[in-house]
Structures are given as structure tokens and as C-alpha cells.
């Protein structure tokens, strides 16, 4: 059973038939939503709206693990994350989607693995290649049936949020090899792979990040909104024909 997780702009996934929602209760307090459940095609989708159904729940104020190991209860056999990112790389324009290979964590004071207290072992994690290729690929062959330009290959930068970065910060995450900046990659790629389960994230470009182009001296939110209309839309269509 696949499982999608959306990130703003993607509160919903309206293509769900049969829609059923469960509440589900997890040792480390509530997910963000009840989980909703229905299927495409004849395929069981489970969807979770990482910032919660009104989007009201910050990115450094989500509770990644209980939305995980909710998801990893219920079935999930995978896991496809939807983020909306701010582009650093110049030919990345506001609207395009990418499948990102590599993350650098900025976050920090959060809950960033299943292994805690005293009771648990230490448990280390092969994190060198944070995505499945297998999953990507199939992302891949699902924008390339549906006549979407899906970009391969980059690095997040993962934020801790809710504000937006400075133009100084932005500079210096480009130093470091990031390509897109985002608030939600982080701790949930890791705590997936604690889980063993396949996980990769489209990522929406939703505009410049501060000091690049025309945002410059400025991050229009409204523009960002206007983006994000038109890309989700694009996004749901990828998803739908996902197998």
C-alpha cells in the first residue's frame, strides 16, 4: 500500500474513491491527522497531510515519528513525501519538480530517531543514500507517462523553520552543495529508514529563495501560493499513475 504524505498546498488527495479516515494512536502521541484511506485505480493509497488537514502544525512543531510509525502500522509498504522547496540552483524556476538524491540537515532540537531512552540500543543507520532509487524510478516513469517534466538529482537543504532563511544563509547553503531549501526533509527521511521502508520526496518548487532572482531583496508569499496551485495539480496527476 502506497502512502503519500503531503506538505503545503496538499492538505488533501481528492482522487481517493472509497475514502475512509482512521484515527491512530501511536506510542509517541498523535500524527498529524487521522490517516485517510481509499484507492486509485483499484490501488490502496493511504494519505497523511504532514501539517495536519487545516495546516495548521509548523514544520519544527510536527510530529515526524508518530506520522511514521502510524503509517508503518496501517501497511505502508512505501512512502512518497510531497515538500515544497525554494530553489538555489539558477535553472531551477518556480514550478518545477524534482526528485532530490542527497539531504544536509540544519535542523536541530528534534526528535530524529525511534532508538531513544533507556531501554533502547544504540542503533545506527546507513544514511548514504537517503532516497530509494527503485521508488524514484518509479516516479520517474509515472511524470514520464503522464507527459510531466520530472527533474532528477539534487540536494535539500533542510531548515528548521517556520521562518524563511536569510539571504546570507541562502549563500552559504549553496556553498555547501544545496540546490533546494525546504523545513520538512528532516527527521523524516531518517526515521523511515529506521522503519526499512522505501521513501522519496517530490519536491514542488515553489520559488526563489531569498537573495536568487525575484526574491532578491523579497519572498513573495502570495506568488509562492499562485505556484503552488498550478504545481499540485501537476503533482497529483504523478501520483495517480504511480506504480
Known sequence: MLAIIGGSGMAMFDELVDRRRQVVRTPYGDPSCPLSFGRVDGHEIVFLARHGYGHTIAPHEINYRANLWALDEVGASDIVSVATVGSIRPDLAP???LLPDQI????????GTFFEGPDQPVTHIDFTEPYDSSLRDRLVAAATSVGETLLVGGTYGCTQGPRLETAAEIVRLARDGCDIVGMTAM???ALVRELGLPYATLAVVANHAAGIGDSAHHVSLADIAVV????????RKILRTLR
Do not use: F, K
Not at 104 to 111: A, E, K, P, S
Open 95 to 97: 514550478g518545477a519538480l
Open 104 to 111: 544536509i540537515d540544519y535542523t536541530h532540537r528534534r526528535h
Open 187 to 189: 527527521p523524516e527521511a
Open 228 to 235: 503552488l496551485e498550478g504545481a499540485i495539480g501537476r503533482v
